[in-house]
Nanobody, 120 residues
Framework: QVQVLESGGALVQPGGSLRLSCAASGRIFGIYFVGWYRQAPGRQREVVATIASGGSTNYADSAKGRFTISRDNAKNTVYLQMNNLAPEDTAVYYC??????????????WGQGTQVTVSS
């Protein structure tokens, strides 16, 4: 069974750092385009950062200069390093990954989300 699983969410103080992981597992043939999204209570889901197969990245304005998305293809894993966190970053963070399910086909999978809370 193919799965995408986020981990690393926690309660942190303002100014702190956190590293989220998005790992794909099962009978898979690599991961390709991957995005991190977040949804705060009463807010729409928004894109935080994306990374393409070749490593090109894109960030929301709110994330630029603070967050870094990266990938380890050998581990089928994408990371989101978050620094200088603020209360406004509090949200459930979701990973969306294009996963190879055969040598010729990819499918889109979403993880279940991981909670990030920034508070004193």
């Amino acid at each position: 069974q193919v799965q995408v699983l986020e981990s690393g969410g926690a309660l942190v103080q303002p100014g702190g750092s956190l590293r989220l992981s998005c790992a794909a597992s099962g009978r898979i043939f690599g991961i390709y385009f991957v995005g991190w999204y977040r949804q705060a209570p009463g807010r729409q889901r928004e894109v935080v950062a994306t990374i393409a197969s070749g490593g090109s990245t894109n960030y929301a304005d709110s994330a630029k200069g603070r967050f870094t998305i990266s990938r380890d293809n050998a581990k089928n894993t994408v990371y989101l390093q978050m620094n200088n966190l603020a209360p406004e970053d509090t949200a459930v963070y979701y990973c969306s990954a294009e996963v190879g399910v055969s040598t010729l086909k990819t499918d889109l999978y979403w993880g279940q989300g991981t909670q990030v809370t920034v508070s004193s």
